[in-house]
């Protein structure tokens, strides 16, 4: 009986005790993570001009990987926007009656590839005409009843075609080209557009490539400029703190406790790099954005992230890239230079 009861007792200790233990141990590991913590920020403070060097140049690399990104979206914006506006002006003969414009328009509707199609007459022509030279004086005062029959008995039809993809206009240069009904009624002397804006279009399009291609390379030397700075940086506080990690060898501490501090210095690097470069980013955007519109860039959705919540998120991602960054060249360092002392 005594010994039963003895037995309940040390199981009542024995739970007892390993509930302490386990307090214990995630006290201990709390206290571990705030000291790797502590050292990390002091080594930052020590080390400040170096430190300084690092998070500059990482700040560098962060905007060269933003400013790629923006330049590709807003000039691939830029470039669906033009195609978007293009239309195929196919000019008609003079006096072209309205019946005869919707029978064209069936005729081409059949294709697949168009968006939408708008007809105009002469007469309509003349009117615009008359709208876009509203301002010219000297226009109105020649345009008489006799000079107004003429002109309208002279101004071709138009057909303005949009399609949904700019770049496969073979089956529409088919039918108008060879389509027995266009070919009745299409004005011989004025040829249908259907090239306009598409070396602007060509050209920004290139630039896009080529803003993502040189912003990628471009990143990617201050890339490994700022990991070797933060790598160089980690090597000299190691041979600065020999001594002292020695010492932490000799009474026991394990690796990932000195290890921390140089990681947590790193991260420290990134994060206040992340803010200055996403600060920097969104005000440099903010100010050049209007001049950029005026060339006829489009920035609104580029405007559009950064005027909503999402602008949080993107702050976030400026530090994450910066802690990354940080921690892998810490981590190379660490790893080569560690072991030896």
Not at 286 to 306: C, E, H, Q, T, W
């Amino acid at each position: 009986m005594k010994k039963v009861e003895g037995e309940k007792k040390l199981k009542r200790v024995s739970k007892k005790s390993l509930k302490t233990m386990q307090k214990n141990r995630k006290r201990h590991v709390v206290r571990e993570k705030a000291r790797i913590v502590k050292y990390g920020t002091r080594g930052f403070s020590r080390n400040i001009w170096l430190s300084s060097a690092a998070t500059i140049v990482m700040a560098i690399t962060l905007i060269i990987l933003f400013v790629t990104v923006v330049a590709s979206v807003i000039l691939t914006n830029t470039a669906e926007m033009m195609k978007d506006k293009i239309d195929i002006t196919i000019y008609l003969k003079p006096n072209t009656s309205q019946q005869d414009l919707d029978k064209l328009t069936e005729e081409i509707k059949k294709d697949p590839n168009i968006k939408s199609v708008e007809t105009s007459t002469s007469e309509e022509e003349y009117e615009k005409f008359l709208i876009e030279n509203g301002d010219s004086e000297e226009i109105l005062n020649i345009l008489d009843d006799e000079m107004t029959k003429m002109m309208i008995a002279k101004m071709q039809a138009t057909m303005r075609i949009k399609v949904y993809n700019v770049d496969n206009l073979d089956s529409i240069k088919e039918t108008v080209e060879n389509g027995e009904m266009f070919r009745e009624f299409t004005d011989k002397e004025m040829p249908p557009t259907y090239d306009v804006n598409r070396a602007e279009i060509n050209t920004i399009t290139s630039w896009a490539r080529m803003a993502r291609t040189g912003g990628i390379i471009l990143a990617a030397v201050f890339l490994v400029i700022s990991i070797l700075i933060i790598f160089s940086t980690i090597r000299m506080a190691i041979f600065s703190r020999r001594e002292e990690i020695y010492m932490m060898k000799l009474v026991g501490a394990d690796r990932s406790f000195i290890r921390g501090p140089f990681l947590i210095e790193a991260e420290i690097c990134g994060v206040i790099a992340g803010i200055v470069a996403g600060t920097i980013s969104y005000f440099g955007f903010r100010f050049l954005s209007p001049k950029l519109a005026n060339y006829g860039i489009n920035v609104d959705s580029i405007n559009g992230v950064l005027e909503s919540n999402q602008l949080i998120i993107v702050f976030l991602i400026f530090i994450a890239a910066g802690v990354v960054i940080g921690r892998i060249s810490a981590w190379l360092a660490v790893s080569k230079y560690l072991h030896k002392t």
